[in-house]
């Protein structure tokens, strides 16, 4: 598995992953909007989607196939989103999670912490000093 910032003929792929894993979402995908990708054998099985506004990033989706979870890929492409958001020089990074959703383990053990609650949890990461 490989995982890599993604190019411009990645992104059907990505929009169709997207719309695969989260029918209900009315995801936007922005000509600024940034994307880690992982693939296996030349076959995208994830994304992280995020997006750069002035010293903030926002991450706006993180999937996997579901017969790609739990091996690591997801915390690897998001390892990929933050490294950029801090070589950029960016300060916090947001993004919203259902509190009953397995990933929030993930965000926290990546150095997340919770911001707000309700139906989606907000979480919040600074960049480390």
């Given at each position: ?7 411009a003929t990645d992104l059907q ?101 919770e911001k707000r609650s309700g139906a989606a949890l907000t979480l ?6």
């Amino acid at each position: 598995m490989k995982v890599r910032k993604a190019d411009a003929t990645d992104l059907q792929s990505i929009q169709e992953i997207a719309a695969l894993l989260f029918p209900n979402s009315r995801s936007r995908f922005l000509p600024d909007d940034k994307y880690a990708v992982a693939e296996r054998n030349g076959i995208l099985i994830g994304f992280c989607h995020y997006r750069f506004r002035e010293k903030t990033c926002f991450v706006a989706g993180l999937g996997v196939l579901a017969q790609y979870r739990n091996h690591g890929v997801g915390g690897q492409l998001l390892a990929e989103a933050l490294f950029d958001a801090d070589s950029n020089g960016i300060e916090t990074t947001l993004l919203k999670v259902r509190p009953l959703n397995t990933a929030a383990k993930l965000y926290h053990q990546m150095g997340f912490f919770e911001k707000r609650s309700g139906a989606a949890l907000t979480l919040v990461r600074k960049r480390p000093s």
